[in-house]
């Protein structure tokens, strides 16, 4: 600074902007398109609105170069001859119109998205959602120009380019591009405006902008009367992978402190089913409401209500942890302080041993005893011992539903009939609803007396039938889910 003054420096930021301009400029509009893709559920919406972006910068970046480098209508904006452009001004005029554009997309498009879902015209839904945001987004515009513009006869020598290109700017991108190209161009497109490949739509979050979930959730609750919301209500409910069908057509209808049993051989999607219906895997198709909330537009709240036992590959146990580590770390996810208070780990670990031995005490040939050692690890235990672990982490928390897979993984039938009889036990004494999956389900869990049970039938696997038939129920055999029309 000493040696060259301020003008090195400021070429030196120059450079730094110039460099920086492209990386910017795909950033804002990366984000554009993750951020359009979640509000619209569409791939081309997002596409067409960044390009029409793209335009208006394009536009505002033309016209101050045309006036303040190429002398075009200068003495018109107070200019006396050419000159600089402040090496910011690009960097400032992207920012403040990516703001103002994408405001303008959201007033138009939301519009038009939110009649098309609850109306399926796509044609008319343009047309009338238009006609309900134009004036908002026309006023805002004017005003927005109207500010702008005033800086620009008036201002300083580096404030009217940035003045200029945000005037020329938003009046392009809100009266050419949002007003004008977007319509006409979502017109062409008609319903294909609205496509959005399946495994993209069951990866993305539901933000339901247009308030689908809530038509959903009066509807549910008009058609129940008032009831309470059952456990699990399922209807058609399927799911798909590449390989083809994982479950299809799958209804339940369980009240709660119900059992449920999945049931069916290998490769059935015994465990994709647990997964849904816990609110880990969104289904392909069909309609799920879990403890009273409906998926996948709560599954938030679905998961911290239904906790998972063990499921191999999905959160398996750590071997080298002992059983009071991973009593710890479970209690940990249900605090927010950094610590494991002393009590809450003595209530956990005498739960653990009322579990042993409850199962201890309905078949004593079982490998269990009546206590689990704290100092055991993981690979220190037998079977049994292991599911009644997970059993105990997955009721920290009391979750209304617990799900536990392959009670048949057990390697011994006594170890099995334990594991039985303690789920049985604990939807008999209404402490959670009980979705278990099995390939067998023994005759003396069938036979259980004051414990509502729900038999899913999952077949013999991909191979064989992809229906499901359920257990009798106590419920109002009227179908909850209503009749509306789907786009």
């Excluded at 605090?335 to 579990?355: I, Q």
Aim: aromatic share 6%; proline share 6%; with cysteine.
């Amino acid at each position: 600074m000493a040696v060259t003054g301020q003008t090195a420096a400021q070429v030196d930021v120059s450079q730094r902007l110039y460099d920086a301009l492209l990386p910017f400029g795909l950033v804002v509009v990366g984000i554009s398109l993750i951020l359009l893709t979640l509000v619209f559920r569409s791939i081309l919406v997002p596409i067409t609105a960044a390009l029409g972006y793209v335009l208006s910068v394009g536009a505002a970046f033309g016209v101050v170069a045309a006036v303040f480098r190429w002398g075009w209508a200068s003495s018109l904006m107070g200019l006396n001859e050419p000159g600089p452009v402040i090496s910011f001004m690009p960097i400032i005029v992207m920012g403040v119109l990516f703001g103002l554009a994408m405001d303008y997309q959201v007033f138009l498009v939301s519009s038009m998205r939110a009649r098309f879902v609850h109306e399926g015209d796509a044609q008319r839904a343009v047309n009338a959602g238009f006609v309900d945001s134009a004036r908002v987004v026309t006023a805002a515009a004017v005003i927005m120009v109207s500010v702008f513009a005033a800086f620009v006869p008036h201002g300083a020598v580096y404030i009217k380019p940035i003045a200029l290109g945000l005037a020329v700017g938003v009046f392009v991108d809100a009266f050419l591009v949002r007003m004008t190209l977007i319509p006409a161009v979502m017109r062409l497109l008609g319903a294909r405006a609205w496509w959005l490949p399946a495994w993209l739509d069951r990866r993305l979050p539901v933000l339901d902008i247009e308030g689908e979930s809530l038509h959903r959730r009066l509807a549910l609750a008009a058609a129940r009367g008032g009831t309470a919301p059952a456990a699990v209500l399922a209807r058609d409910l399927s799911r798909s992978d590449g390989a083809g069908t994982v479950y299809a057509g799958v209804d339940l209808d369980a009240p709660r402190a119900a059992m449920v049993v999945v049931r069916g051989g290998s490769g059935a999607g015994k465990t994709a089913l647990l997964l849904t219906l816990a609110g880990r895997m969104t289904p392909s198709a069909g309609r799920l409401e879990v403890n009273g909330h409906l998926l996948p537009d709560a599954a938030t709240a679905v998961r911290r209500e239904v906790s998972l036992t063990e499921i191999a590959g999905v959160n398996d146990l750590d071997p080298l942890l002992t059983v009071a580590d991973h009593v710890d770390e479970r209690l940990a996810t249900t605090t927010w302080h950094p610590w494991v208070s002393g009590r809450d780990r003595t209530e956990a670990l005498r739960r653990l041993d009322t579990l042993a031995a409850a199962a201890a005490a309905a078949r004593p040939d079982a490998h269990l005893t009546a206590t689990l050692e704290p100092r055991l690890r993981v690979r220190e235990l037998t079977a049994i011992q292991r599911w009644v672990l997970a059993l105990g982490l997955a009721l920290v928390g009391d979750p209304a539903i617990l799900v536990t897979d392959d009670v048949d993984a057990l390697p011994s039938a006594a170890d099995r009939v334990a594991a039985w009889s303690l789920l049985a036990s604990l939807s008999r004494d209404r402490v959670v609803t009980v979705i278990a999956s099995c390939h067998d389900l023994p005759h003396d869990v069938e036979a259980l007396d004051g414990i509502p049970m729900r038999v899913v039938d999952l077949g013999a696997g991909r191979t064989g039938p992809a229906w499901a038939l359920t257990g009798p129920t106590e419920l109002d055999p009227a179908d909850p889910w209503p009749t509306r029309p789907t786009p």
